[in-house]
């Protein structure tokens, strides 16, 4: 079990930022695989964007590329996601997640809440 603890949710205008954290307890592997996911209110957990974190490489779902970033700190054990130019579908609860596959679904933080309402 590597527990993950997110962080940094709100309320944001439309186009506005929002950055959230996600930091995993214990050693992470090169191989470790850190995402993710969504949920919108009656709409089925979605993929959001991943990283593998040894070689820091990315996958993105098509409606937040160009806007959403994520990356990693391996010295703080911390994953972010920065998202840009936010729009109201974006609003849901955004989960973290890790685990050795693509996309990772093995271990899950407590969801955070974004809202993106003028």
């Known amino acids: 079990q590597v527990p993950l603890v997110e962080s940094g949710g709100g309320l944001v205008q439309p186009g506005g930022s929002l950055r959230l954290s996600c930091t995993a307890s214990g050693r992470i592997y090169s191989s470790y695989v850190m995402g993710w996911f969504r949920q919108a209110p009656g709409k089925e957990r979605e993929f959001v964007a991943s990283?593998?974190?040894?070689?820091?490489?990315?996958f993105y779902t098509t409606p937040v590329k160009g806007r959403f970033t994520i990356s990693r700190v391996k010295a703080e054990n911390t994953m972010y996601l920065q998202m840009n130019n936010l729009k109201p579908e974006d609003t849901a609860v955004y989960y973290c997640?890790?685990?050795?596959?693509?996309?990772?679904?093995?271990?899950w933080g407590q969801g955070v809440q974004v809202t993106v309402s003028s």
């Open positions: 990283i593998r974190w040894g070689a820091g490489t990315t």
């Open positions: 997640t890790g685990g050795s596959d693509l996309p990772p679904r093995t271990h």
